[in-house]
């Protein structure tokens, strides 16, 4: 971007107003209308639009005007010389002297390429006798219809004709054709293939056509081959070629001496400068997107000191002006131009003339004095949360009832009905036959069939089906894709799913998702859901009396025995108690039923094995009732808190051990290409008593590489062990906090936090992303504390620190987990050795279990 800006001085607007403007829509030249004037401006436009202007100044008073604004100029009605209107669009203008009078006047002729014909017009001025004086008119000479549509044209003394000039047309296949003043015209192609028109242009100097071919190659065609008529003696062949490797946007050929003329090509990522014999004069890389191109020599070409001068526009507006290939100036200018040129117009000879794609028309300059931006003040008001909260909470709700959320149940109603969606799975378990990482019992392994038909009812053109499982489990096939699917064809797929780690899964469920799109291009969701058979995970052994951990369930309106809960386990007859072990870790769990009273007990000696067992109860009793009046379980026992924060930090300690591998592996990669490089080196140098030494350090360097990659292989699959446990751990945390007499309006915050599934990105762990959230749960919502922060901190919540603390998350968690229970134990269901654990482990943190709370009244005060 350049300090300096293009100045205006003189603008207008051509009288079609849409964007039907292209770079053959500008023609400057001198049409000697009058005695002794300067250069027209001649503009048309696709429409049909032709205009001829000759900006003038209009001259002040001395004194009038200071010397900033004594170049500034404003439209007068004098300026448009002719303004008309063609019945066919305008592609191409240019002037010259077409009729075989035109010898013996200096009347130039205007000629305007229509898609199917061409047009020479002479300028007639007609005299005035009133006060609005004389008044310009276009006069048609002659014309010629084309048999093809035309893309582009140029005019040239052909042949080296003197005082006349011809005229060739061509078309979009790429053919030529001529006209001369006489009438007479011929036709003729260029070799190959020209699927893609490029402009033509006339080298005078070796009477020459110059073009660019659809492989992108620069090539040179004399008019006498062209012209022959006689197919034998005609050279299909350029007389030379250049491949330039891009295509090329636009060219201009100038004769810049006697002896040489030079094409200057514009292509899309650079600038190329080559000399009428073939030879590249120079080629310069652009920084950026031309879009424009203009180019001409200052001074007549037979003199020493004629200078090649190059305006390129970029695609951000900056007009940029090369001698050859330097850069002698840089300017802003108002607007992108689809065209630029150079006239000499009245009192401001070389000025800059570019034309917008909505027929915008500038003549400027190219100012010296830099158009410096100047910052305005920042106003800085004070920052006031609470207002700010407010106009939070207007703007959301304004969203909300911008929405309309009544049509949501019809759409989702009818891609019920475009799509038929159905899943089978298979309740008989067969032997795995695919690899796991689980050593225990590997001949114990099972894997279940789920099939999955979709039958769609209209076109579509393309449906993708996603199964979606535990990170435990490992499913044979999980994207199955289609495409262009005909309406009632029946699409079945089946795969297979089994055990994988060695770690019990958090949940069972089977997530099934059917995303297509329709050949509309709209896109709709279907899902489905299943649950998977526990006897693909556990067996039946005998049960024991105690355990190390327990959670104790409470059923409520129902008389349901083991028999009821685990068909598949016990057959018949009633017994009082289970005894599960599970085939992936051996870990041995009982559930015991009370013999008085409608309560069970889930323990065992491995806490991560209780969580898949309370989970499935819950789901097997209710699992889509939230109405706490209407349900019929509850969970009485206290979770299991201290584990929860052991398995995080756990997790967090492991995640450090895989950064520190990365940066160690970091470190001896640097080594790595260190030494190779100073092999290589020696190696040059016939060094070879040096060889040995570096040898020996590539040696221990690649087994120190081979190392550390194993090892973070190995923590990589302990941190994915991890993860899972941890979701266990949360899953059975959040079960305990919902299937409790708790207040349903906590249901749903309490599951999005703590069902999430455990997680790290590739800069950040799940504990790094939890924090900030635990911090805002802490400031707002109904888990919220008094004491501590009396508002809304942002930079507390959001706060970007360096070093992430465990202990710091351990107690903010910890915090959370006590105000959560204190919801819990205010509605009565809790027992009083729940409390006592939570003081003991309050006193353990340094913390204080008595606190006062706030409480939302409504659902709609939550801020989330």
């Not at 002297?97 to 014909?117: D, S, Y």
């Not at 001074?299 to 940029?320: F, H, K, N, Q, T």
């Not at 690649?702 to 751990?729: D, F, P, W």
Request: one cysteine or more; aromatic letters at 8%.
């Amino acid at each position: 971007m350049s300090l300096f800006k293009v100045s205006n001085w003189w603008k207008t607007q051509c009288p079609d107003l849409e964007p039907n403007y292209d770079s053959f829509s500008l023609h400057c030249a001198r049409l000697c209308i009058q005695e002794g004037e300067k250069d027209s401006i001649l503009v048309g436009s696709h429409s049909g639009y032709f205009s001829i202007y000759q900006p003038s100044y209009r001259a002040s008073n001395e004194g009038e005007l200071d010397d900033d604004e004594q170049f500034e100029n404003v439209f007068q009605h004098s300026d448009v010389v002719l303004e008309t209107r063609l019945p066919l669009p305008v592609i191409g203008i240019t002037d010259g002297k077409f009729t075989t009078v035109a010898k013996t006047e200096g009347r130039q002729h205007i000629a305007i390429l229509h898609p199917l014909k061409v047009c020479i017009y002479n300028t007639l001025t007609i005299g005035g006798i009133a006060d609005h004086g004389d008044h310009t008119k276009l006069q048609l000479l002659y014309e010629h219809n084309l048999t093809k549509s035309a893309f582009s044209f140029c005019r040239g003394n052909f042949g080296g004709v003197k005082g006349r000039d011809f005229l060739c047309v061509q078309h979009l296949d790429g053919s030529l054709r001529f006209f001369e003043q006489d009438g007479i015209s011929y036709e003729c192609s260029f070799p190959g293939e020209r699927n893609i028109p490029s402009p033509i242009h006339y080298a005078a100097r070796i009477d020459c056509f110059v073009t660019v071919s659809p492989s992108w190659e620069l090539e040179c065609y004399r008019y006498q081959d062209l012209s022959e008529t006689n197919e034998s003696l005609r050279r299909h062949e350029p007389i030379w070629s250049l491949c330039i490797g891009e295509y090329a946007m636009d060219f201009n050929v100038h004769q810049i001496s006697n002896v040489e003329s030079v094409i200057v090509v514009m292509g899309e990522n650079n600038l190329i400068c080559v000399t009428d014999t073939g030879k590249v004069r120079f080629i310069k890389k652009l920084d950026y997107s031309p879009v424009c191109l203009y180019s001409f020599v200052i001074g007549w070409y037979w003199e020493p000191d004629a200078r090649l001068m190059i305006a390129l526009v970029s695609e951000s507006g900056s007009l940029l002006l090369y001698e050859e290939s330097q850069i002698v100036w840089s300017a802003e200018l108002p607007e992108i131009p689809v065209a630029l040129g150079r006239a000499n117009v009245s009192s401001l000879p070389g000025a800059l003339v570019t034309l917008g794609n909505t027929g915008s028309l500038d003549v400027g300059y190219l100012g010296s004095e830099p158009h410096l931006f100047k910052v305005p003040p920042i106003k800085l008001a004070p920052f006031e949360v609470q207002k700010c909260q407010t106009e939070l909470m207007e703007l959301e709700n304004e969203i909300r009832s911008g929405v309309d959320f009544s049509d949501t149940d019809v759409i989702n109603a009818a891609a019920e009905r475009e799509v038929t969606l159905n899943i089978l799975l298979d309740s008989k378990l067969e032997k795995c036959i695919y690899p796991t990482q689980i050593v225990l019992e590997q001949s114990a392994i099972c894997m279940c069939q789920l099939e999955v038909t979709a039958k769609p009812h209209i076109n579509l053109e393309l449906l993708q089906i996603c199964v979606i499982v535990d990170p435990a489990l490992k499913c044979h096939k999980e994207t199955f894709m289609f495409r262009d699917v005909q309406p009632d064809s029946l699409l079945k797929l089946s795969t297979a799913i089994h055990p994988y780690e060695p770690v019990m899964p958090a949940t069972l469920k089977v997530q099934i998702s059917c995303s297509y799109t329709n050949k509309q291009s709209i896109s709709r969701i279907i899902q489905r859901s299943t649950i998977l058979p526990l006897e693909l995970f556990v067996k039946t052994v005998p049960a024991s009396k105690e355990a190390l951990h327990k959670v104790t369930l409470s059923l409520h309106n129902t008389s349901d025995g083991l028999s009821t809960l685990f068909p598949e386990f016990i057959s018949t007859g009633s017994t009082h108690a289970l005894g599960l072990q599970s085939l992936v870790t051996g870990s041995k769990v009982t559930v015991v039923a009370a013999k008085n009273t409608s309560r069970f007990r889930v323990q065992s000696e491995d806490l991560l094995a209780i969580p898949l067992i309370v989970t499935s109860i819950a789901e097997r009793i209710n699992t889509t009732n939230k109405d706490f009046s209407k349900r019929m379980l509850s969970v009485s026992s206290n979770p299991p808190i201290e584990e929860i924060l052991e398995a995080v930090e756990k997790h967090h300690q492991l995640r450090r051990t895989l950064q520190k591998l990365s940066h160690e592996l970091e470190i001896c990669t640097d080594q790595m290409r260190l030494f190779e490089r100073r092999f290589v080196v020696k190696l040059q140098e016939r060094a070879l008593r040096a060889l040995d030494g570096i040898l020996m350090l590539l040696k221990q360097n690649h087994s120190e590489i081979a190392n550390i990659c194993n090892a973070t292989k190995t923590i990589e699959h302990e941190i994915k062990i991890s993860q899972i446990q941890l979701s266990g751990l949360l899953k059975l945390l959040e079960v305990s906090f919902i299937y409790s007499e708790m207040p349903p309006k906590y249901y749903d915050l309490i599951s999005n936090v703590l069902s999430a599934p455990v997680f790290d990105s590739s800069h950040l762990g799940w504990e790094q992303m939890m924090q900030p959230v635990m911090k805002f749960l802490a400031q707002t919502g109904p888990f919220r504390a008094i004491e501590g922060i009396s508002s809304f901190d942002e930079k507390f919540i959001f706060g970007n620190d360096e070093t992430f603390s465990i202990e710091q998350f351990r107690k903010q968690f910890f915090e959370l987990l006590l105000r959560i229970s204190k919801k819990r134990s205010q509605n009565g269901r809790v027992s009083a050795d729940f409390n006592e654990d939570l003081e003991d482990l309050a006193k353990e943190n340094g913390e204080s279990y008595i606190s006062e709370w706030v409480s939302c009244s409504k659902t709609g005060e939550l801020p989330f």
